[in-house]
């Protein structure tokens, strides 16, 4: 019997390519607002005919920016690094020892390429850290061929698109890493949260639309094996309508995390229902640790749930439960029960979402998903500190 791993090896993983100057293609210039049922607007999914093909024998070339307060960002490091064809083991065993058991495992083990890694048609060129050029030397020894980066407008200049990785702040100065890239009209890869406000994500989103810049920002549990099972699932319409979502994060939340790592469920939840939300309620138990619990709630379709805090008996770090009408169906990052053969996997898809954008410059999702999301998390702010009202994403849209 073949078995789910065997069957993840074997998997193709891109579309036919658009020369690079073409148009973009946003995806918002479709209806905002999706009912449940509506097809996943992914351009591209694995297995496809046209895999690997490349754009007339062109390698992208990837500057990637790294924000200041971190040294060895995991949004870097781990996820930006799919899209670079060679490491040296030495000088990650120097740098960044904890990390090599990882690598040579799975990130870069010949066994579990998914039969599309190292992507044959882009690179990591050039590497900026903010404020700390030594940890981009680090990285540019442990990758050979990225150079490190004096600045980003000089970047700009020599790459074909951005990643921007940030591992744990707010996003409040996310705009200028990117900007200058954008205003370049280069496809862009905005980490979350995409802007520390609504108004700093909607900011961002206005800029890329003005320089007709491919633009992507989204939670790597978009990319979850069981969250694309589930999509085809909805998509199939063979188990009804969902009436029901509950995302839900082992990690227990207090304010300030919400900002940052709420996003994730709110990401699932969206992934899944789209645009169209109406209103947000949050409570928080300021218990040690603390775990809080939000409402989603729609005009048009069934309300949701977000969960920070759920016990948990095997580290899996979220749980997702989609409640179709005739079926529930339950996930983890885990495939096989191997929790880092899953995360593997769904950052492997986060870098090769990005890599069709890049390819094709169509957006992989709507700008009104991003801006929603956004905004749901400081509406659920703004609920928990008014003793749990429900508030309405427009009162925080502005």
Not at 218 to 242: K, Q, T, W
Not at 323 to 352: C, V, W
Request: one cysteine or more; proline letters at 7%.
């Amino acid at each position: 019997m073949t078995t789910r791993r065997e069957l993840l090896g074997s998997l193709g993983a891109t579309v036919g390519v658009a020369p690079f100057g073409a148009a973009i293609a946003h995806a918002d210039q479709k209806p905002e607002v999706k009912a449940a049922s509506e097809p996943s607007k992914d351009t591209a999914k694995p297995g496809d005919a046209n895999a690997n093909k490349l754009a007339d024998g062109k390698v992208f070339r990837i500057g990637v920016i790294s924000p200041a307060k971190h040294v060895l960002n995991g949004h870097t490091w781990h996820f930006a690094q799919y899209l670079h064809p060679t490491i040296d083991f030495e000088a990650l065993k120097k740098h960044y020892p904890r990390a090599v058991p990882s690598f040579s495992k799975l990130f870069r083990n010949p066994k579990h390429n998914f039969g599309v890694l190292p992507f044959a048609d882009t690179r990591i060129t050039h590497y900026h850290q903010e404020g700390d050029p030594k940890v981009a030397e680090m990285f540019a020894e442990t990758f050979p061929g990225v150079q490190v980066a004096t600045s980003i407008e000089k970047m700009v200049e020599e790459v074909d698109a951005i990643w921007m990785g940030d591992a744990n702040s707010a996003g409040e100065g996310h705009f200028d890493l990117v900007a200058p890239g954008l205003a370049k009209g280069l496809p862009t890869f905005c980490d979350k949260p995409i802007g520390g406000s609504v108004a700093g994500t909607r900011k961002i989103l206005e800029f890329a639309r003005e320089h007709k810049a491919p633009l992507m920002s989204a939670s790597n549990f978009c990319h979850e094996y069981g969250m694309e099972a589930a999509l085809r699932m909805r998509d199939s319409g063979e188990f009804g309508p969902i009436e029901h979502v509950s995302a839900q994060l082992y990690g227990h939340l207090d304010l300030p995390g919400w900002k940052i790592y709420g996003q994730h469920p709110v990401w699932s939840v969206m992934r899944l229902m789209g645009a169209g939300v109406e209103s947000v309620s949050m409570f928080l138990y300021p218990g040690n640790p603390p775990t809080c619990h939000a409402l989603i709630t729609y005009p048009d379709r069934y309300p949701c749930r977000v969960w920070c805090g759920q016990p948990y008996e095997k580290f899996e770090y979220n749980r997702t439960d989609v409640y179709f009408r005739k079926k529930l169906y339950s996930f983890t990052p885990s495939i096989e029960g191997d929790y880092n053969f899953g995360y593997h996997y769904q950052m492997y898809r986060l870098a090769d979402t990005f890599r069709r954008m890049v390819l094709t410059r169509v957006e992989p999702a709507p700008h009104q998903e991003i801006l929603e999301v956004t905004a749901i998390i400081h509406a659920a702010a703004k609920s928990l500190q008014e003793q749990s009202r429900l508030v309405k994403l427009a009162e925080v849209m502005g």
